[in-house]
């Protein structure tokens, strides 16, 4: 069997080592929010798997090192537009203005986590993977016989290119011209199985080739290069020219979820090797280098949003718990007479 | 008024429905042939192109893209060509279509109706006679439905498109031409939660629905000629059951018999018998029968009568209650 063509190297703007290899598509002030926003998603993170060691939710899917390939993406988009997620997308769907409240009431086992605020286009995390991306070719769509311009970006990972509903949600988009964004996060890993083994094309990326669209392959740890990717997709998709698949190169630096365990199936250098290409890292050095970093703003930003993240946890905490009577409420607008009885029943205690 | 039959009550529908900016219709071959069974015929000339949809041949993506319309406010119509081809959309119907109102709270809504023809007896190929309704029916958050006459076909259809939940909407492919009745010109609905009551007697009541409820009519003129008195309901509603209607009139006859087309075990029947013994036991002279499909494979062509109850069938069980 020959062997399959070398993978063309991802769009690279920023460096690991801070600095730029192309010309930034930010301003730094920019730039320094958007690196805020990657710490307070970063102390969100760690939060979440604290409280799943203190038995406070009960599991936990990790994002750390994915927070450019998330925040750069949705920084390209308006508040008018959609963001279709999952369960490993906290940093994407709360810089879409998905509350942390909302976030951790999802986490810690509660519905109306789901309920984003009024106009906060964010729908709940998908947890079924890959069944998702077709939504945001719906929802995309929806502004095509509409006539406005809302856009509709979509997050999923390697593993879930493999879903059947990757094909159809690819191949629509492709044959309507959907508005629709797709960003894969190729995080090397779907639990256990490396991204090899989820398919033998050289990139995800190109398999839009495959669509009509447009594919382009970024460094999923470069928030620039991530933005830059996006935003120029976004205009597309706007401009009535169809829709971008993103391929992110990333890495999973977790365990797939608190209750897995990656030692058992990789290797630890990996992470080093990672670890070094550190999403955050690479923009404070750039920041540093241009006189937009110290270590006492550093600490402080660390402390306020760890401070926000805290005040969420004690919210979410603090709501009482469902009635037996409210699990039906969410059923339908108006409850049947027959659920209206099971209500009945199951707030008595009977039957 | 004008005299229709259920194909032509549906089309109506849907061309009154489709005044409406925000109602768009797609599915496989909906547009440019007008559906398989001609039910959306001239609907893409008048309505045009952009929202009477020819989709790829993906039933997955047909409503998985038609849930994101919905849940951007728009009110799609999907078709599935067969009952048989919605499985590879269950997925999506199940986990997402029929959970987004109660995984937002009420934040997200999905007020579409997936239109999926359904059942045996027109010696169709294989995967193309099922009825399977139960699957959806036991699944939270759906409204499935099924109408047996035009009037129902038109009004229930448009019910569906206006209700702020999701609906399957089952068409009896065996009455798309089968049955005519006068239906009314412009908008009217008919209501997605009530059985109807189609015929009253005193001896058995009879409990059917969709493709099925022709047999029961028939049913209930054969025992007249023998004079037995038949009660007849039509529950048009599957999810959620309206058993009230059965249970008042058992109350009067004593007697029950269920009739489906779909399988036995687990079939909606169960249901209705398990529903009928609580509220009326002591009502009940004789075991309540059901009459349905056997636990076989739908047969093809040469075999389906072996499958389908039939007016005989439905008139044996009923024998049986009278002589309980």
Redesign the interface.
């Known amino acids: 069997m020959p062997a399959p063509p070398a993978a063309p190297q991802p769009l690279q703007i920023l460096t690991p080592s801070g600095d730029l290899a192309a010309d930034s598509p930010l301003p730094l002030a920019r730039i320094k929010d958007l690196y805020r926003s990657m710490v307070a998603a970063r102390a969100y993170d760690k939060k979440c798997s604290a409280m799943q060691r203190q038995g406070r939710l009960a599991t936990y899917a990790q994002f750390e090192g994915q927070e450019a390939a998330q925040i750069g993406a949705v920084a390209a988009l308006e508040p008018r537009d959609?963001v279709?997620a999952t369960y490993r997308d906290a940093a994407a769907m709360w810089f879409h203005g998905y509350p942390w409240l909302n976030l951790i009431l999802g986490r810690t086992g509660d519905?109306?986590g789901?309920?984003?605020p009024?106009g906060v286009n964010v729908?709940?995390p998908?947890i079924?993977v890959g069944?998702?991306m077709?939504?945001?070719?719906?929802?995309?769509?929806?502004?095509?016989?509409?006539g406005d311009d809302?856009v509709?970006m979509t997050f999923f990972g390697d593993g879930a290119t493999s879903e059947?509903?990757f094909h159809?949600?690819m191949?629509?988009a492709g044959?309507?011209r959907t508005p629709t964004v797709f960003v894969c996060q190729n995080n090397g890993w779907a639990i256990s199985m490396p991204r090899e083994r989820q398919t033998a094309s050289a990139t995800i990326a190109q398999k839009a080739d495959a669509y009509g669209m447009a594919g382009v392959l970024v460094d999923g740890n470069d928030l620039l290069a991530v933005y830059a990717a996006a935003h120029e997709a976004v205009i597309r998709a706007r401009a009535g020219e169809g829709a971008t698949l993103i391929e992110a190169v990333t890495y999973r630096m977790g365990p797939h979820t608190t209750t897995d365990d990656a030692g058992r199936y990789r290797d630890a250098d990996h992470l080093a090797e990672w670890a070094a290409r550190d999403p955050l890292e690479r923009v404070r050095r750039h920041l540093e280098a241009n006189g937009e970093w110290t270590a006492e703003w550093q600490h402080g930003i660390e402390i306020g949003e760890a401070e926000t993240v805290e005040a969420a946890v004690e919210e979410a905490e603090a709501l009482p718990a469902f009635d037996a009577g409210d699990i039906f409420d969410?059923?339908?607008?108006d409850l049947?007479?027959?659920?209206r009885r099971q209500r009945r029943a199951a707030e008595d205690g009977a039957g | 008024m004008t005299e229709r039959n259920i194909a032509q009550a549906l089309n109506d529908a849907l061309d009154v429905a489709l005044a409406d900016p925000s109602v768009v219709l797609l599915g496989e071959d909906v547009g440019r042939t007008g559906g398989v069974f001609r039910v959306s015929d001239g609907l893409q000339q008048r309505h045009g192109a952009a929202r009477v949809i020819d989709t790829p041949v993906a039933e997955s993506g047909i409503v998985g893209a038609a849930f994101g319309m919905a849940v951007a406010g728009l009110r799609p119509v999907a078709e599935i060509q067969f009952m048989g081809f919605s499985y590879p959309a269950y997925d999506q119907i199940v986990s997402h279509v029929a959970r987004i109102r109660n995984r937002s709270r009420h934040r997200f809504t999905a007020p579409m109706v997936i239109r999926i023809p359904y059942g045996a007896g027109i010696g169709a190929a294989e995967h193309h006679s099922e009825s399977t309704e139960t699957i959806y029916a036991h699944t939270p958050g759906l409204k499935v439905v099924v109408p047996s006459t035009p009037y129902d076909a038109k009004g229930m259809l448009l019910a569906a498109v206006a209700d702020p939940d999701p609906v399957i909407f089952l068409e009896p492919i065996r009455l798309y031409r089968a049955v005519k009745g006068e239906v009314p010109d412009g908008h009217y609905a008919v209501s997605l939660d009530e059985a109807e009551l189609v015929a009253d007697g005193t001896d058995v009541t009879l409990v059917g629905y969709g493709a099925m409820m022709r047999e029961v009519r028939r049913t209930v003129e054969a025992l007249a000629a023998e004079g037995v008195s038949a009660a007849a309901v039509d529950l048009r509603t599957l999810a959620p059951l309206d058993l009230d209607p059965v249970v008042a009139s058992v109350e009067r006859t004593g007697r029950c018999v269920v009739v489906h087309e779909a399988p036995r075990t687990g079939g909606l029947a169960g249901e209705i018998v398990a529903s009928v013994q609580e509220r009326a036991l002591y009502s009940l002279r004789a075991p309540i029968e059901r009459v349905t499909g056997w636990d076989t494979v739908v047969p093809l062509r040469r075999s389906e009568h072996h499958y389908v109850p039939t007016v005989e069938r439905i008139v044996a069980a009923v024998h049986r209650t009278l002589e309980a």
């Open positions: 959609w279709v519905e109306r789901g309920h984003a009024a729908l709940p998908s079924t069944a998702h077709i939504h945001a070719v719906g929802l995309g769509w929806a502004s095509l016989v509409r809302a509709a059947g509903d159809e949600a191949n629509f044959v309507f969410g059923m339908f607008v049947p007479v027959a659920l």
